[in-house]
């Protein structure tokens, strides 16, 4: 019980975030690397998790997604002209933290990457107006498989059933 209280004092609400719950430590990564990007560009710079530039379409695929792509929802985004001033800082801000559980994505590499996705690809379920986001799942989810059953999964060697 003690455990389970702990795991919730240290997470955070953020409002910006559509109600989704970040470990206290991530958003304070999140928000120390935004900070010295703005001290470096003496300009606002904003940093996004993946989770919350992405939505799924289809609910009944929420958790296969979710479960699939894990701790990559976590994965930190930010302008694509920020990318290598981010780079060079983020390693030192994760030091701090005591936190390595994110990382940055290079949203002008995988653009550039043109990656492509299978029919009936997890990609599919992925709606997001973020190009850099949209690539992003396009490389993580293209590839997997929309099966029905474990049987047609198993078949496809690289599907994945809603459950």
């Given at each position: 019980m003690k455990k389970l209280q702990d795991d919730k004092a240290a997470m955070l609400d953020t409002s910006s975030s559509g109600g989704k719950l970040y470990d206290y430590q991530?958003?304070?990564?999140?928000n120390?690397?935004?900070?010295a990007l703005e001290d470096k560009f003496n300009k606002k710079v904003e940093v996004y998790f993946f989770a919350d530039l992405i939505d799924i379409k289809t609910p009944r695929w929420v958790n296969a997604i979710e479960?699939?792509?894990?701790?990559?929802?976590?994965?930190?985004?930010?302008?694509?002209?920020?990318?290598?001033?981010?780079?060079?800082?983020?390693p030192a801000i994760l030091k701090r933290a005591g936190f390595y559980r994110t990382g940055l994505v290079d949203s002008?590499?995988?653009?550039?990457?043109?990656?492509?996705?299978?029919?009936?690809?997890?990609?599919?379920?992925?709606i997001s107006d973020h190009e850099g986001a949209r690539c992003y799942a396009n490389f993580l989810l293209g590839r997997m498989i929309k099966c029905e059953t474990f049987a047609e999964a198993r078949a496809s060697g690289r599907g994945l059933t809603p459950n």
């Open positions: 991530l958003v304070q990564v999140r120390q690397l935004r900070h479960g699939f792509i894990n701790t990559q929802k976590i994965n930190m985004f930010v302008e694509e002209e920020y990318y290598e001033a981010a780079n060079k800082l983020l002008e590499r995988l653009r550039n990457a043109n990656i492509t996705t299978d029919n009936h690809s997890l990609a599919e379920e992925i």
